[in-house]
């Protein structure tokens, strides 16, 4: 078996937090670094709200970049000046 398929998957070993705003929603793992951006959707045959993940963002690999964490704090800070005007 391949190391990979060995590793615990950490949306099963760890509850992530979910913001939704529209359509959309950022789930936070917080032990395992990881950062989910998806969208909201419905499945009509449970009836039940389901998340699907569109990209996850590494808090390793943000951080340790030269630029990620600057641009992506001045993005976010330029958008809400930008919509409190």
């Known amino acids: 078996m ?3 398929e060995q590793q615990e998957k ?3 070993s760890e509850e992530g937090e979910i913001v939704e705003f529209g359509n959309s929603f950022i789930r936070c793992y917080d032990k395992a670094g990881k950062l989910q951006f998806g ?3 419905f499945d009509y045959k ?3 709200k389901k ?3 569109k990209f996850v963002l ?3 690999e943000l951080l340790e970049s030269d630029e990620g964490v ?3 704090r001045g993005t976010l800070d330029e958008w ?3 919509f409190e005007r």
């Open 2 to 4: 391949k190391k990979r």
């Open 58 to 60: 590494d808090r390793k």
């Open 51 to 53: 998340y699907l993940v």
């Open 70 to 72: 600057s641009y992506l």
């Open 80 to 82: 809400e000046e930008m």
């Open 10 to 12: 950490y949306w099963e």
């Open 46 to 48: 449970t009836g039940e």
């Open 39 to 41: 969208i909201k959707c």
